[in-house]
């Protein structure tokens, strides 16, 4: 195994069959590693992701469909990761986001983004984190947001769970942090804190924002950008995929607790 290489490893990444996961899982499987991928898919869609991560490089590539909003389905899902590998790499990157005014917001609304975006990471973590202990090596990355860091109107419930996961990934990092050695490259926990990126969950955001400005939608891009984003432009998926491969390598042994934005100075404000 060179230093770069994830060759051996196998990764679990969460809502996997598009945008930001399946850059990750395309990434990770393009350094060698395994990938289990993972979301809410048809069978064509899931068959499509399957095909692209193998096409990167992956030895071996899974599909589970379990629903994240129902934590009673994650210990069936933990199961048959097991029965295919022990994981090495989580990320725990599916996520869904509902805009509304803590005045408008329900409690199905709030219940739903938190039971994806902080509960199922958290179950998923405390099943997998013991057996990368005993085997001195694991990578967690949640992808969070750079709603974990600031906050936004007309969002509590995303920026409630974003915070949250920032709050557990600290915990677990300091849990893990004397596991392994730096010749096995030790158990680290760490964040990307992304800020606008193309991706479908962003859509009905540019939508309205387009829908202020004659429909545009470069035009609603541009101004969700203007009012957040200095840099004025949005990441490609990809590039949280190859900031993760860094943090999955040895090299990063001491890289932990860590929240790494991803934002063009959006928290640099
Ligand atoms: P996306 O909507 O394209 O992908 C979300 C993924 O989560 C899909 O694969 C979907 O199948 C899965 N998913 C959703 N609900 C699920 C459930 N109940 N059970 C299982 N899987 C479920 O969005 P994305 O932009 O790729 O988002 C990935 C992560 O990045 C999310 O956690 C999101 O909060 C975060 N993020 C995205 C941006 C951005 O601008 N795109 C910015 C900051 C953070």
Same mark, same amino acid.
């Given at each position: 195994?060179?230093?770069?290489?994830?060759?051996?490893?196998?990764?679990?990444?969460?809502?996997?069959?598009?945008g930001i996961g399946l850059a990750v899982a395309k990434s990770l499987a393009s350094a060698g590693a395994n990938v289990a991928l993972h979301g809410l898919a048809n069978p064509e869609q899931a068959e499509a992701a399957m095909a692209e991560v193998r096409a990167a490089g992956a030895p071996d590539v899974i599909f589970l469909?379990?629903?994240?909003?129902?934590?009673?389905?994650?210990?069936?899902?933990?199961? /048959?990761?097991?029965?295919?590998?022990?994981? %090495?790499?989580? #990320?725990?990157?599916?996520?869904?986001? *509902?805009?509304? !005014?803590?005045?408008?917001?329900?409690?199905?609304?709030?219940?739903?983004?938190?039971?994806?975006?902080?509960?199922?990471?958290?179950?998923?973590?405390?099943?997998?984190?013991?057996?990368?202990?005993?085997?001195?090596?694991?990578?967690?990355?949640?992808?969070?947001?750079?709603?974990?860091?600031?906050?936004?109107?007309?969002?509590?419930?995303?920026?409630?769970?974003?915070?949250?996961?920032?709050?557990?990934?600290?915990?677990?990092?300091?849990?893990?942090?004397?596991?392994?050695?730096?010749?096995?490259?030790?158990?680290?926990?760490?964040?990307?804190?992304?800020?606008?990126?193309?991706?479908?969950?962003?859509?009905?955001?540019?939508?309205?924002? /387009?829908?202020?400005?004659?429909?545009?939608? %470069?035009?609603? #891009?541009?101004?969700?950008?203007?009012? *957040?984003?200095? !840099?004025?432009?949005?990441?490609?998926?990809?590039?949280?995929?190859?900031?993760?491969?860094?943090?999955?390598?040895?090299?990063?042994?001491?890289?932990?607790?860590?929240?790494?934005?991803?934002?063009?100075?959006?928290?640099?404000?």
């Open positions: 195994m060179t230093v770069n290489s994830l060759e051996g490893r196998a990764a679990f990444v969460t809502g996997s069959v598009q469909d379990t629903d994240l909003s129902k934590a009673g389905a994650i210990d069936g899902m933990v199961k /048959a990761l097991r029965d295919w590998r022990e994981i %090495d790499i989580l #990320v725990n990157n599916a996520g869904i986001q *509902k805009t509304t !005014s803590i005045a408008d917001a329900t409690a199905e609304i709030w219940e739903s983004v938190l039971a994806v975006n902080l509960s199922a990471p958290f179950h998923i973590m405390r099943h997998l984190m013991p057996s990368m202990a005993e085997r001195g090596f694991g990578r967690v990355v949640n992808i969070a947001s750079v709603h974990g860091l600031v906050a936004s109107q007309n969002k509590a419930p995303y920026v409630s769970s974003k915070f949250g996961l920032v709050g557990l990934s600290r915990v677990a990092a300091l849990e893990y942090a004397s596991a392994g050695s730096r010749s096995t490259g030790g158990v680290t926990v760490n964040c990307i804190c992304p800020g606008w990126t193309e991706t479908a969950i962003i859509e009905p955001q540019i939508a309205a924002r /387009a829908a202020e400005l004659g429909g545009d939608r %470069d035009k609603g #891009v541009a101004s969700l950008l203007a009012e *957040k984003q200095p !840099s004025l432009r949005t990441s490609d998926p990809s590039e949280i995929g190859e900031l993760c491969v860094w943090l999955c390598n040895k090299v990063a042994h001491n890289v932990t607790g860590t929240s790494i934005p991803v934002d063009g100075g959006w928290t640099a404000q």
